[in-house]
């Protein structure tokens, strides 16, 4: 069993960087696809991006692409998301999560890390 613990939230300005990181404890996490969410107040938890097993980026959301990049480190249980040229909107808590290759329901979640984008 994998579990997921975020980091590096905070409170930014518009226009600056974050990179968040979500470190996997258990030695199978290179079985795992990974993916990050957000969920700001009273709207839905949004996928936006994921990375395969093998470090294939499966998709970005169209709100952040050309913005966020999502990557992973499997010999540091690591999968990372940077995220450039903020803005108030992206203010969320994020989740990593993770699914088994090959399947399609992510079943493992973080506690989440809060960003907010001050303008």
């Known amino acids: 069993q994998v579990r997921l613990v975020e980091s590096g939230g905070g409170l930014v300005q518009a226009g600056d960087s974050l990179r968040l990181s979500c470190a996997a404890s258990?030695?199978?996490?290179?079985?795992?696809?990974m993916g990050w969410f957000r969920q700001a107040p009273g709207k839905e938890r949004e996928l936006l991006g994921a990375?395969?097993?093998?470090?294939?980026?499966?998709v970005y959301a169209d709100s952040v692409k050309g913005r966020f990049t999502i990557s992973r480190d499997n010999a540091e249980n690591t999968v990372y998301l940077q995220m450039n040229n903020l803005k108030p909107e992206d203010t969320a808590v994020y989740y990593c999560?993770?699914?088994?290759?090959?399947?399609?329901?992510?079943?493992?979640w973080g506690q989440g890390t809060q960003v907010t984008v001050s303008s």
């Open positions: 258990g030695r199978t996490f290179g079985y795992y696809d």
């Open positions: 999560a993770a699914k088994p290759r090959y399947t399609i329901r992510y079943n493992l």
């Open positions: 990375v395969t097993w093998s470090g294939g980026i499966s």
